[in-house]
């Protein structure tokens, strides 16, 4: 908002590309949100980039667009080679103009790492190569098989500019189709597309030409690329920064964004909270020096206003993409601009429900934002007020509870809310306080700013019991109470044992009492862990951490299955062994012994003995649900691990389902 004052004036600056004027430096970025229906996009999708313009976001670069048959990688991917699209697009991007953003598309080809399940198409690639995206080899392109890709990106891009796109952003970041070209390792060719740098960038060269040809000098061309130092094979910032500059130098390139990763090591891509926060903005500085026409994007982990800001004041970058951050909170540039940062929701750099449903090929969505893909049936992250104000009651505040609590006083309702430990986030807290997990921390303290601006009136230390409750002479109670470790440490891949054997002989431990110093655990523990996910595993580390030596012990093929649908199982796997942590796969408890554990190998039924100072057991909870038959005259709301225990996602779901329906 112009003349408001902000803590953040240099990300709030317009800034101008090909004549569009941008209303801050602020990008949503392209990424796969898998929201298509049948091959177009429809509701869900354009209520997911409308409110991000409402929110704010100078410019939205949408979804990727594969341009060919042999690009096709996600089962929401939109339809290429047609102008079907056309109408259906410009139903997306006329709101979002009117709402005040710049609105492109990104255009792109995979490449060698396709998708056969997808595509049913053979990968097409500069020379034959492998596919690091699922085991397949790929195809060697012949020249008639270039120049259809090149004559494909450009009909492409007049779809765009057809659909209402005020340009398109050309995609060769983690190694994709041009990226492949450009990299001599895997670009073997002997022919003009090959060998010297100018054959290399002869293709994506040719398309950018041909795209400010056909779609005019107003229409905008971003490029989009990615670093990354794992292995040698891949473009080095100095050959990188060389291949911008040539495309540059042709004065149809408007501005260059920066990744990260990519498929030789997809962890680094979307990076989790594992890795460190502005991660391209060193390099970005760097091909500001070299660019004289084209506007540079630092994207990767910016995720707050604050840095954000750093990265534009200090010079690092024309423009910052977040991503992930406005998924969490669509509205992040209005409130940064209206001066209220404080009021964002951060991203927790979890990829639960972002890359965890993309990675399985559902619409993407948010752990701590569950309207994220549910805008045209919720009304965007936004509150209409309840037609008649009532006196809701919330017990427990862990993630059900505390979005229950915060949406129903965004719509108007009186709140209490009920907590029996002295702090709120119950076992969401233990989480936060696992390694590199304040970000957890970060959004507790946000839920409390927001219970004071909304006036919630909260009882800490205060375990509610049903008369506590009738005395208030509730309209509604939310039950949100949470659950609790099996007390009998039930592991389901030995079904005929209804507790853990030799569980009598003491030591042995929830992932929660070992989160709270409560567990005396000694030198060498044994943790089963049977989710595959961060309360099993963050509490390995947090163990090994502390300086105990931690053996994991579970059923499943690999540490962390649950953790691999996020991609951050790939990094966390290097941290425990380093750490001195050793695995166990595909074995089970078969019997504790109070100094040790016999385990059992389930693929040849063989029993060792392990000695131990101490057993954590990770394997599923029970629902903690002491009042809902004591008010069952009440109109109440069973909701979150209370209904039955799961992740944090769907906690913060319910919560916000709820106080919607109140």
């Not at 630092?298 to 993409?321: C, F, K, M, Y």
């Not at 940062?341 to 951060?346: E, I, L, Q």
């Not at 809701?392 to 129903?408: D, H, N, S």
Request: glycine residues 10%; negative net charge; proline residues 5%.
């Amino acid at each position: 908002m112009p003349g408001t004052e902000t803590r953040h004036p240099r990300l709030m600056t317009p800034i101008d590309l090909r004549g569009h004027r941008l209303r801050n430096r602020i990008v949503f970025g392209a990424h796969t949100a898998n929201m298509s229906d049948l091959g177009l996009p429809g509701p869900r999708f354009g209520a997911y980039l409308l409110e991000r313009a409402l929110g704010g976001a100078a410019m939205i670069v949408a979804e990727p667009m594969p341009v060919h048959r042999t690009g096709v990688l996600t089962r929401g991917n939109f339809l290429h080679g047609t102008d079907e699209v056309i109408p259906h697009f410009r139903k997306v991007t006329e709101p979002v103009k009117a709402a005040g953003a710049v609105i492109l598309q990104q255009l792109y080809h995979i490449g060698a790492h396709g998708d056969s399940d997808l595509s049913f198409a053979p990968h097409w690639g500069p020379s034959g190569g492998p596919s690091y995206h699922d085991s397949d080899g790929s195809h060697a392109m012949t020249e008639a098989e270039i120049e259809e890709l090149i004559e494909a990106h450009v009909a492409a891009a007049i779809r765009c500019r057809k659909g209402g796109f005020q340009g398109v952003e050309v995609w060769a970041a983690y190694h994709s189709l041009l990226d492949q070209f450009w990299t001599p390792w895997s670009n073997r060719r002997t022919d003009r597309w090959g060998g010297s740098l100018e054959n290399r960038t002869r293709m994506s060269r040719t398309i950018i030409e041909g795209i400010r040809r056909a779609c005019g000098e107003d229409f905008i061309i971003g490029l989009a690329i990615s670093i990354s130092d794992s292995h040698e094979v891949l473009l080095q910032r100095e050959a990188l920064a060389e291949i911008v500059a040539l495309h540059d130098a042709t004065g149809h390139v408007d501005y260059v964004t920066v990744g990260h990763g990519g498929y030789l090591d997809f962890e680094r891509l979307m990076p989790t909270f594992l890795y460190p926060e502005k991660l391209t903005a060193p390099f970005t500085e760097e091909l500001k020096t070299v660019v004289r026409h084209a506007k540079v994007t630092s994207e990767a982990h910016v995720r707050t206003p604050d840095n954000a800001e750093s990265i534009i004041a200090s010079g690092q970058a024309d423009l910052v993409s977040i991503v992930r951050g406005q998924i969490a909170d669509p509205h992040l540039a209005r409130k940064t601009a209206e001066g209220r940062a404080g009021d964002v929701r951060g991203c927790l750099s979890c990829n639960q429900m972002c890359w965890g449903r993309r990675s399985r090929d559902y619409w993407i969505s948010c752990l701590v934002n569950p309207s994220a893909g549910r805008e045209f049936e919720w009304g965007g992250d936004r509150f209409t007020p309840a037609a008649k104000p009532r006196h809701i009651v919330v017990v427990g505040a862990g993630p059900a509870g505390l979005e229950a609590a915060r949406a129903a006083a965004e719509r108007g309702h009186r709140v209490d809310l009920f907590e029996a430990q002295p702090r709120i986030g119950g076992q969401f807290r233990l989480a936060g306080e696992q390694p590199r997990r304040a970000q957890i921390l970060d959004l507790l303290d946000w839920y409390e700013r927001q219970f004071e601006r909304l006036q919630v009136r909260l009882h800490l230390n205060s375990y509610a019991e049903a008369a506590d409750i009738r005395a208030l002479a509730p309209d509604a109670v939310v039950l949100a109470t949470g659950s609790l470790p099996d007390e009998t440490f039930f592991q389901r891949w030995l079904p005929g044992a209804d507790r853990l054997p030799g569980l009598e002989r003491g030591h042995v431990h929830a992932p929660e009492e070992v989160m709270r110093r409560e567990a005396r655990l000694g030198d060498h523990v044994l943790l089963y862990d049977e989710g595959g996910n961060w309360r099993g595993l963050g509490t390995a580390w947090a163990m090994a951490e502390r300086g105990h030596r931690v053996t994991i012990v579970t059923p499943e093929p690999f540490i962390g299955k649950e953790l691999a649908r996020t991609s951050a199982d790939i990094a966390l796997r290097p941290r425990l062994a380093k750490l001195g942590v050793t695995f166990l796969t595909e074995h089970l408890i078969a019997e504790w012994h109070g100094d040790g554990a016999t385990l059992r190998n389930m693929l040849t039924g063989a029993e060792t003995r392990h000695a131990a100072t101490a057993l954590v057991m990770s394997t599923t909870n029970r629902a903690f649900d002491p009042l809902s038959a004591d008010l069952a005259d009440l109109e109440t709301h069973l909701i979150g691990d209370a209904a039955a225990p799961r992740q944090a996602p769907y906690a913060f779901h319910e919560g916000r389902k709820v106080a919607l329906a109140l």
